[in-house]
């Protein structure tokens, strides 16, 4: 799936490793395989990252997976280095709150 006419705007992120926010809160990282004229996105090797104020980030394995385009929050790039470097067992933050629309 990718948008018709070359859409440049997502284009230049397919088969890299992108985090999703929902509107919902949650933060779903993985590889953009592919998406739609609706922005619906495919993420492969995907998981999804819990955070939580008392606890490490706990990551859960979701694999390959779609998002709707009308729940995306945000859509950004990783950079796969500098995500590897982080040890998201001490990283701490309250969960995100939903998008109030």
Request: include cysteine; proline fraction near 3%; glycine fraction near 10%.
């Amino acid at each position: 799936m990718s948008a018709p006419g070359g859409d440049a705007g997502l284009a230049q992120y397919v088969d890299t490793t992108v985090s999703v926010i929902t509107n919902d809160g949650r933060t779903i990282v993985g590889t953009l395989r592919g998406y739609d004229q609706a922005t619906n996105l495919i993420l492969d090797e995907c998981h999804e990252r819990v955070y939580s104020s008392k606890n490490g980030v706990e990551q859960l394995v979701l694999g390959l997976y779609v998002i709707r385009g009308d729940n995306i929050a945000v859509i950004g790039e990783i950079d796969d280095d500098k995500d590897a470097s982080i040890d998201f067992n001490q990283v701490r933050a309250p969960p995100l709150k939903s998008v109030a629309h």
